[in-house]
């Protein structure tokens, strides 16, 4: 291993750390994100200009929501398999033979890679996913949900 390595390996570990919060992060936020977008979209009534647009936005709000979950769940076993080369680098044996330390080094930075990746469109959905945010639907063209329905 030469000298580089060695600052390399820190990188990619923080590089991971930072992944992995990343994800957690998302994982708390766009399903609870997702679910107030689909409450307030079910609560939309009427025929009117107004409450079809907000209708439309509520409906590709839910749609960017559900490419953010589906992007950071494609991410999770890459950053499984990440996980267990960093164990492998650390010294923890591994379940299919050991590989020499750049070449977990390699393969470690392609997973991280395509993580970033999917991470980072899942982010990017959940940005597009708060416009607008459900509090915003106009009373006026709301269903009173304390109303009895027959």
Request: a negative charge.
């Amino acid at each position: 291993m030469d000298s580089a390595a060695p600052l390399e390996q820190a990188q990619l570990l923080a590089e991971y750390a930072d992944l992995r919060q990343r994800a957690a992060a998302l994982e708390e936020q766009v399903p609870a994100w997702l679910q107030r977008v689909s409450d307030k979209l079910h609560r939309i009534s009427g025929e009117s200009e107004l409450a079809d647009h907000y209708r439309s936005l509520l409906v590709s709000a839910r749609g960017y929501a559900l490419v953010s979950i589906e992007n950071y769940h494609q991410a999770i076993p890459y950053l499984q398999t990440a996980g267990s080369l960093i164990g492998q680098l650390e010294g923890e044996p591994a379940a299919g033979g050991a590989q020499a330390p750049a070449e977990l080094l390699e393969r470690l930075d392609e997973l991280i890679d395509a993580a970033v990746r999917m991470i980072g469109d899942a982010e990017q959905c959940f940005v597009s996913a708060k416009d607008p945010d459900p509090e915003t639907v106009p009373q006026s063209i709301l269903d009173d949900p304390l109303r009895s329905s027959p």
